[in-house]
């Protein structure tokens, strides 16, 4: 998968847990708190594409990501591996 | 004592999506009892009858909503968008009593409205559907499941729904959790801690697991009637065999009087007295002299008389021995006066709403007598007792002023409530 189609798998997974954000209008260096995403809803995302992409990533990696493009960045890195 | 008075009404159940609907059904006779197809795959019974709540859509209520409050209705929307679907009944039925009521957040003071969530362990069929997911995958888990499996999410969503400031909790006490829950905020309210409090009877949303514990148990019926679902639910016949499984979500708004007047709300009725007396008995078995206790208790608390009392809306859940022990009960409350009392059964219609029962059967008090009826008991053919005052298997038209509501729950947890006729609106003006 691109990251480019990984992006696309984040902000479906942000439609499906918040759908009051219009994830046309998000851009990849924005972060998910930003968007106004509570922290919950944060993790239930990150986990959403775990699933999607069958990865098994330590929480704690996630941890350090700045933003939606750390969250692609990290997500492509292990899907590659 | 302090009178409490209800303000507010909000049901969802299978004979009604709202309080309108539940009072045309009651008025009716319409039960919601049907075999319940699709979970009885999962149960090992033969046929599994159940009251269960259909075609229920959260959005098209909101929508129903929006005229009302809108800012409710978007509060509604991002709190509850993935919530369990018994978290959804009670925010609706929480909702319907809130706007009834005529609250509004902007015009009462959050510190002073308490909120009473009744039931316990409601996140059985969450944790069921999650189970074999979690097996495989533990790393999948939604972290929203830290928040879901605690009863309390109910108390910190439906507060940030309404914004709610002062006192909350849950309260559990089996099949008579709905009135723990109303005794609960009565006192809230008596004690001056809340002006305005929220009691929601939570729907029991049982797994399969839960179903087969009481099938195991020998508790549930409809197996002489699996044929016949309407016809399964007879409180007080000598064919009852025992309970039926039904779900609602029921709200009451209470209130102190003079808040209540202040704000120049109607007073639909009034709490006012309740009791809570245990039997010291792990099991399920009734006991007649603890619910007499409650039902005495009730009265004394209120400051009446057995000759007060026109109507016991009774636990009556169709088990043979709960039946049996309830009149005993009764007869010793109420002695020489027993075939005076009118008595039905609302279970009859809803089935067994175990921790919502008590707000459900609150509700139907003050809706008949409201409108001066009392409902049928549906398939009462053979009385197993010819003293009581039973309805018959039609609608009763009847002035009540004062009942008493009884839900008795396992672990012998016997509850009693005295309600009384609202206010008429002239009587207000005054």
């Not at chain 2, 599994?48 to 929006?66: C, P, Q, W």
């Not at chain 2, 108390?155 to 909790?169: A, C, M, P, Q, R």
């Amino acid at each position: 998968m691109t990251k480019e189609q990984i992006f696309e798998l984040v902000k479906n997974s942000i439609r499906e847990m918040v759908p009051e954000i219009n994830t046309d209008n998000v851009r990849i260096e924005q972060s998910l708190r930003d968007l106004g995403v509570n922290s919950i809803d944060r993790m239930d995302i990150v986990i959403k594409c775990m699933e999607d992409l069958n990865l098994k990533i330590p929480l704690v990696e996630f941890g350090k990501v700045k933003n939606i493009a750390g969250i692609v960045e990290l997500l492509y890195e292990k899907s590659t591996q | 004592m302090n009178r409490v008075a209800v303000t507010g009404l909000g049901i969802v159940s299978s004979i009604g999506h709202n309080v309108s609907e539940f009072k045309h059904s009651l008025k009716n006779g319409r039960c919601g009892i049907r075999s319940m197809e699709h979970d009885s795959s999962k149960v090992a019974a033969s046929k599994i009858l159940g009251a269960l709540i259909h075609d229920f859509s959260f959005n098209d209520i909101l929508e129903h909503y929006s005229e009302f409050d809108g800012a409710l209705v978007s509060r509604l929307k991002a709190c509850l968008k993935r919530a369990t679907v018994g978290m959804k009944y009670a925010a609706v039925s929480a909702a319907e009593a809130w706007t009834s009521a005529g609250l509004k957040s902007e015009n009462i003071t959050p510190e002073r409205i308490g909120i009473v969530v009744a039931g316990s362990n409601l996140s059985c069929a969450l944790q069921y559907n999650l189970h074999n997911n979690f097996v495989t995958s533990p790393e999948y888990l939604s972290p929203s499941y830290a928040l879901q499996f605690m009863d309390t999410d109910y108390v910190g969503t439906l507060s940030e729904v309404f914004n709610i400031k002062g006192e909350g909790f849950t309260v559990g006490g089996a099949s008579a959790s709905g009135n723990v829950g109303i005794i609960k905020a009565c006192q809230l309210i008596r004690l001056k801690i809340v002006d305005v409090c929220l009691v929601i009877g939570s729907c029991a949303d049982l797994s399969p697991m839960e179903i087969q514990g009481f099938v195991n148990l020998g508790g549930m019926g409809g197996n002489v009637f699996a044929e016949k679902p309407l016809e399964a639910c007879r409180p007080f016949d000598k064919e009852h065999e025992g309970f039926i499984y039904g779900q609602a979500s029921a709200c009451l708004v209470l209130e102190s009087i003079e808040h209540a007047r202040t704000r120049e709300a109607e007073i639909l009725s009034y709490i006012s007295g309740g009791a809570i007396a245990l039997d010291a008995n792990r099991l399920s078995t009734p006991c007649e002299d603890g619910e007499a206790r409650a039902m005495t208790g009730a009265l004394g608390e209120a400051g009446l008389k057995i000759t007060d009392i026109d109507y016991i809306n009774a636990h009556g859940t169709s088990t043979p021995l709960g039946d049996i022990t309830e009149v005993n009960a009764i007869k010793k409350v109420f002695g020489s006066r027993t075939g005076e009392v009118w008595i039905n059964s609302t279970k009859g219609l809803t089935g067994h709403c175990l921790y919502s029962a008590g707000v459900v059967e609150a509700i139907a008090v003050i809706i008949q007598m409201k409108e001066n009826f009392l409902h049928p008991n549906l398939n009462l053919y053979t009385p197993i007792d010819n003293e009581c005052r039973f309805c018959n298997r039609q609608i009763v038209e009847a002035e009540v002023r004062t009942a008493l509501s009884n839900s008795f729950g396992f672990g012998g947890i016997n509850t009693s409530v005295v309600i009384e006729k609202g206010e008429q609106p002239q009587e207000r003006k005054r």
